[in-house]
């Protein structure tokens, strides 16, 4: 799996847009991006993933650079409830047929730390 | 739904001391999965089930640990006997049958320390 660099930590005031960035220069072409979160005392949380193209759900839009190399979660109107460490991952995608348990392995690194502030 | 139930949320236990944690995945999913998160090695994927039979449990760090779904509403993770090192916060998580992988629904978890 591509490493990911993310910054520690960023604050964003409640109600403005929360843009969390993931540098991933080395990312293959078969590799997608996928972010996660987990609320202090929770377990992790999906919340979106992308190949190439932009994408947006109900929880963030996810923007991926035409290189690939790096890509933005982007958080439209952030609440206090948004604060929590942000994980940006880069690995194939999961197949559902492949019962190999290395496909489920969810592998985190330190991940960004949201402060949501009101 | 009451989403993926775990217990207890803390456990402190003395080394050598046998610890069994507790999980009810949600009502309907298929998969069960067991993991194992601490600042040193972030999350590991410990063992999971499909259908309440174990699939891959590569991910089990030693004899020391095992686990065992009885039924689709319940599974257990041993430790015994535990060590300090055992020291981590233990996930449970759960997922349909037809559902992408990476839709896994996570537990609060359970915060083991080992003294």
């Known amino acids: 799996d591509a490493k990911t660099t993310q910054p520690p930590s960023m604050d964003c005031a409640e109600g403005r847009a929360a843009n969390l960035p993931c540098n991933h220069s080395?990312?293959?072409?078969?590799?997608?991006v996928y972010w996660y979160r987990q609320i202090h005392s929770q377990g992790p949380q999906y919340i979106i993933h992308g190949l190439k193209n932009n994408e947006t759900n109900e929880m963030a839009s996810l923007i991926i650079t035409e290189d690939r190399k790096s890509s933005t979660l982007i958080l439209p109107h952030a609440t206090l409830r948004d604060t929590a460490v942000y994980y940006c991952i880069v690995r194939v995608p999961w197949d559902r047929r492949n019962s190999g348990g290395s496909n489920y392995k969810l592998t985190f690194g330190k991940g960004t730390l949201l402060t949501v502030n009101p | 739904d009451a989403g993926v139930i775990q217990s207890p949320r803390h456990e402190v236990t003395e080394m050598g001391q046998e610890v069994t944690l507790r999980c009810k995945p949600i009502?309907?999913?298929?998969?069960l999965f067991w993991y194992r998160q601490t600042m040193m090695r972030g999350l590991e994927l410990l063992i999971y089930?499909?259908?309440?039979?174990?699939?891959?449990d590569s991910g089990m760090p030693e004899d020391r640990f095992s686990a065992k779904m009885p039924n689709a509403s319940f599974s257990t993770l041993k430790i015994q006997p535990s060590e300090p090192r055992d020291s981590a916060v233990y996930f449970c998580a759960s997922k349909l049958q037809g559902a992408l992988a990476h839709e896994q629904y996570f537990g609060p978890g359970t915060r083991l320390t080992v003294t």
């Open positions: 009502s309907g999913h298929d998969y």
């Open positions: 080395t990312i293959s072409g078969n590799e997608y």
């Open positions: 089930f499909n259908n309440n039979v174990p699939i891959d």
